[in-house]
T-cell receptor
Framework: AQKVTQAQTEISVVEKEDVTLDCVYETRDTTYYLFWYKQPPSGELVFLIRRNSFDEQNEISGRYSWNFQKSTSSFNFTITASQVVDSAVYFCAPQGGSEKLVFGKGTKLTVNP | NAGVTQTPKFQVLKTGQSMTLQCAQDMNHEYMSWYRQDPGMGLRLIHYSVGAGITDQGEVPNGYNVSRSTTEDFPLRLLSAAPSQTSVYFC?????????????FGSGTRLTVV
């Protein structure tokens, strides 16, 4: 079974600051996927990224980047030059062979103007 | 495409009442699941299905029933509502083995049991 820890419950930054959201996971599967989802104040869940456990390359998408370290079971998410619209709860979620997606408790990010 | 449609969006129930939360998807996804979201708890898996006629329990299945008679629909039934079931419920779907675009979530049902 998968387990995920998002140690940061809440983070508050000022606009244009960079911020990193931490995610540490546990899994017994040799092949698995890692996801990040965003939940803005409106409540919907927005898919951000999926990473295959065999692919340890870091990924950048605009102001977003992800650092996958299989050796430390971490999949951290960095927002560069944060904006007020980035304010949301962010969830890290591993998914193993059973197809079940297991969510962390989330990190609430507040970006202040 | 409508994606994943959940109804109703809001519901208030009295303790002991029963109701069904509806979930429908039009993407021909094999996998469908139900989560509940409570403050500080993230999303917890209630039940899931890998195809029509197949369902299984997740992390918190007690008090809930599901069925999957068609690929498109995956209703969640509360047989006798309890205040502990006050939560926001999300339905999600995906294609098995090819979750390149992640799971698609419905907009949620906010349920209050009084």
């Amino acid at each position: 079974a998968q387990k995920v820890t998002q140690a940061q419950t809440e983070i508050s930054v000022v606009e244009k600051e960079d911020v990193t959201l931490d995610c540490v996971y546990e899994t017994r599967d040799t092949t698995y996927y890692l996801f990040w989802y965003k939940q803005p104040p409106s409540g919907e869940l927005v898919f951000l990224i999926r990473r295959n456990s065999f692919d340890e390359q870091n990924e950048i998408s605009g102001r977003y980047s992800w650092n996958f370290q299989k050796s430390t079971s971490s999949f951290n998410f960095t927002i560069t030059a944060s904006q007020v619209v980035d304010s949301a709860v962010y969830f890290c979620a591993p998914q193993g062979g059973s197809e079940k997606l297991v969510f962390g408790k989330g990190t609430k990010l507040t970006v202040n103007p | 495409n409508a994606g994943v449609t959940q109804t109703p969006k809001f519901q208030v129930l009295k303790t002991g009442q029963s109701m069904t939360l509806q979930c429908a998807q039009d993407m021909n996804h094999e996998y469908m699941s139900w989560y509940r979201q409570d403050p500080g708890m993230g999303l917890r898996l209630i039940h899931y299905s890998v195809g029509a006629g197949i369902t299984d329990q997740g992390e918190v299945p007690n008090g809930y029933n599901v069925s999957r008679s068609t690929t498109e629909d995956f209703p969640l039934r509360l047989l006798s509502a309890a205040p502990s079931q006050t939560s926001v419920y999300f339905c999600a779907s995906t294609n098995l083995g090819t979750q390149a675009y992640g799971y698609t979530f419905g907009s949620g049902t906010r349920l209050t049991v009084v």
